[in-house]
């Protein structure tokens, strides 16, 4: 079985800030581990992924994300934060390559100038 | 390629009405998802194919849910005798079979049933 708890599920920044969103997972396997983005009205988008290859993974917009198996967490930073990074954030786990992934309840962020 | 293409984009019904959605995945990608995603709350699964196999199907799906990809390239998701429960955002998406290279999502449909 898998699961996805994000702890909290709003985070505010101010412009500029370090942003970072928590996922702690669980899996009965070794897990293959996500983020999603979802900018208002819009679909769902892969940020990052880890398959194993590396336990620090570089994104798409400056993100990246540590997997720390004895802390079983995969949390999402970003060293300076932009307007343009408000939006929802999904954490998800799988645990077969290309199957179904279960994902967590979302945070959102909010950028204040 | 245009992407992972949901239609409608929108869909009002009323309770015990029938609605067919479909999902037109990027032509390279085998594997074909559907979740269902409500205010506050992450996509949850109901049901994912390889090529036009069904592979899994969500055990808190009603028997009311049925989905087909009849030829390996779009899928179709059919809720029968809808209620307001229904009422939600359903997202495809798809990927390659290996890699795990994550998904591609449609904008999804949202329906809303009155």
């Known amino acids: 079985a898998q699961s996805v708890t994000q702890l909290g599920s709003h985070v505010s920044v101010s412009e500029g800030a370090l942003v970072l969103l928590r996922c702690n997972y669980s899996s009965s396997v070794p897990p293959y581990l996500f983020w999603y983005v979802q900018y208002p009205n819009q679909g769902l988008q892969l940020l990052l992924k880890y398959t194993s290859a590396a336990t620090l993974v570089k994104g798409i917009n400056g993100f990246e994300a540590e997997f720390k198996k004895s802390e079983t967490s995969f949390h999402l930073t970003k060293p300076s934060a932009h307007m343009s990074d408000a939006a929802e954030y999904f954490c998800?786990?799988?645990?077969?390559?290309?199957?179904?992934?279960?994902f967590g309840d979302g945070t959102t962020l909010t950028v204040k100038p | 390629d245009t992407g992972v293409s949901q239609n409608p984009r929108h869909k009002i019904t009323k309770r015990g009405q029938n609605v067919t959605f479909r999902c037109d995945p990027i032509s390279e990608h085998n594997r074909l998802y559907w979740y269902r995603q409500t205010l506050g709350q992450g996509p949850e699964f109901l049901t994912y194919f390889q090529n036009e196999a069904q592979l899994e199907k969500s055990r808190l799906l009603s028997d009311r849910f049925s989905a087909e990809r009849p030829k390996g390239s779009f899928s179709t998701l059919e809720i029968q005798r809808t209620e307001q429960g229904d009422s939600a955002m359903y997202l495809c998406?798809?990927?390659?079979?290996?890699?795990?290279?994550?998904?591609?999502f449609g904008s999804g449909t949202r329906l809303t049933v009155v």
């Open positions: 998800a786990v799988s645990d077969t390559n290309a199957g179904k992934s279960t």
């Open positions: 998406a798809s990927s390659e079979t290996l890699g795990n290279y994550g998904y591609t």
